[in-house]
Structure formats: C-alpha cells, structure tokens
C-alpha cells in the first residue's frame, strides 16, 4: 500500500495536475503550479492562441523575469508572451524562488528555472505543447537562468525525473547576465562555484540556438561579454546572434521602452521564424499585449 501512494504522488507530481490559487493573476493566463519547496508554491502562467487545443503540438517558450535574482515578478515579460500567444505559439511567464521572498542564493533561480522546463516538456501533450519546440527566455537574472538551463549540466532538482530533459530547444536572451566569472555579475555571490553555474563557461557542442539584445552602455554587461560569448558559441558550430542597440542602459528592452520594446521582439519573432517555428508577416499591436 505505501509504494502505491508513492507511486500515486509521484505521478501527480510529475502530471502538474495539482492546479490552485496563484498569488498572480494575468490577464489570458492560466495558472499551474509546477513545484513546492517547503511552503513556497511556485506557479507558471500559461498564455494559449485563440482556440487551442490540448490535441495541438504548438512551439512553447517560458520567460523568467529579472531582478538580480533577489527579487521581479513574472509581469515582466507578459508582453513578450501575450505577443508570442497572438502568433501560435504556447507563450509562459514563470515565478521563481528569489533572495527577498525565500532567502535563496542563484543555485535555487537556476534550479527552479530547470525544474519549469521539464514541467512543461513532461506536461507537454496536455498543454498542446511540441516538446521539441520548446524556448527559454529572460532578461537579466531571468535570462542568466534562461542561459544555465540551456548551457549547465548540472543544478537538477534532485527528486525530480531527470530522464525528462530540462534543456530547451532555444534561447531568447535580453541583456542576460551570462558571465558569473571574476570579471562578470554576481562573482562574489557565487565565487564559490562560479564555473559550475556561469553559462559562458559551459558553452559546448550542442548549445540551443540563441539569440540575444545588448544595450552598448549597459553597465552590467559589457559588449566585450558579448563578443566573448558569440566566439565561443562560433567554435562550438552553434546559432547565435547578438543585437547591439547603441547608446542604451540595461533594461532598455521592456514594454515602457516602446521603441526598443517592438524593435526586440520583432527581431525575437524573426529569429522563431528563421527555426521553422512561426511564420507570416510580424504584427505586434502594443496596446493589446500590455501587462
């Protein structure tokens, strides 16, 4: 009987069919709960097309906001989802465990950003999601955490079935923290496993298609990083294309920079074209996607 309700709890675990009451609420988002820690429920927000159906097999992308892995909130990157719902696509905004609300250090923002991309790879028929069309996002921390799921071998939740792989098939990145090296962000945070968790220093044969948006005077992340990061994903024959947008400051991208927010995203819907994912002419109407 007890390897019976093991069983049964795992399965439920593994099926996302514990679904409550998300402390967000997001316009056209259904919310999931993909994982406890303790009594932090962690949700994922799930935007769908007009007319989706669970028998769809629909590319998916999953956004994780920024904040210096201290604090944000999945609002962040609604716009880009609610953009990326309006095109066919399965668009998610996910929470994740940070510093001010769970006393977390960047080990745990990595970990729960795998833990969401095998959640929804392994819940992939059910959400009418194609599993190998599946995105990871980010700006920021949020995209350093984007970055490790797509680079790092390591930082798996250890109850979870690490036979469902949480590597996504590509990589959207804004201005993504992805040298944690002594030179790059966070290096005193992390010092001490610095080359186990910095995406620049795990970039091997097989890394997802990426592409990324730099502002030239971001004060965080230097173009040098940048250029450093492209070289190495060119040894390793993988997609990678940098967009420089001269002159602008970190965080240049969101939706209160209208400019530069339907410049990235366009180029964004480009680029998911260029993978075979979408197709048509990009129309992104700015009112309709707001938060």
């Not at 080990?107 to 929804?120: H, I, Q």
């Not at 090296?181 to 496993?193: A, F, I, S, T």
């Not at 420089?244 to 965080?251: I, K, L, R």
């Not at 990235?264 to 009112?287: A, H, N, P, S």
Request: hydrophobic share 35%; glycine share 10%.
């Amino acid at each position: 009987m007890c390897k019976t309700v093991a069983l049964l709890i795992t399965l439920l675990f593994i099926s996302g069919s514990t679904r409550g009451e998300a402390p967000e609420k997001y316009r056209g988002a259904t919310p999931y709960k993909y994982k406890t820690v303790g009594d932090t429920d962690l949700y994922l927000y799930v935007f769908t097309p007009e007319g989706h159906q669970p028998s769809d097999s629909r590319p998916a992308a999953v956004f994780f906001f920024g904040g210096g892995w201290n604090g944000g909130t999945p609002s962040q990157f609604v716009p880009h989802a609610r953009h990326l719902s309006h095109r066919a696509m399965v668009a998610v905004v996910a929470d994740y465990r940070v510093k001010s609300r769970q006393g977390t250090s960047p080990r745990e923002c990595v970990k729960d950003g795998k833990s969401a991309v095998r959640w929804l790879r392994a819940n992939a028929a059910r959400l009418g999601i194609d599993s190998q069309r599946l995105a990871a996002g980010g700006g920021s921390a949020g995209g350093h955490v984007a970055a490790a799921t797509g680079n790092l071998l390591g930082l798996e939740e250890e109850k979870e079935d690490l036979r469902i792989s949480s590597k996504p098939n590509a990589l959207l990145l804004f201005n993504p923290v992805y040298d944690n090296g002594p030179q790059g962000y966070g290096y005193e945070r992390v010092k001490d496993y610095y080359k186990e968790i910095s995406p620049i220093h795990n970039i091997r044969q097989g890394a997802p298609p990426t592409i990324v948006f730099l502002g030239t005077e971001d004060k965080l992340i230097p173009v040098s990083t940048a250029k450093q990061y492209q070289n190495l994903m060119e040894k390793v024959d993988a997609q990678c294309e940098h967009h420089f947008y001269e002159g602008q400051p970190h965080g240049f991208f969101n939706y209160a920079k209208k400019e530069y927010f339907v410049d990235t995203v366009t180029k964004m819907d480009l680029f998911l074209q260029k993978l075979g994912w979408i197709q048509g002419e990009v129309e992104l109407d700015y009112e309709a996607v707001k938060q």
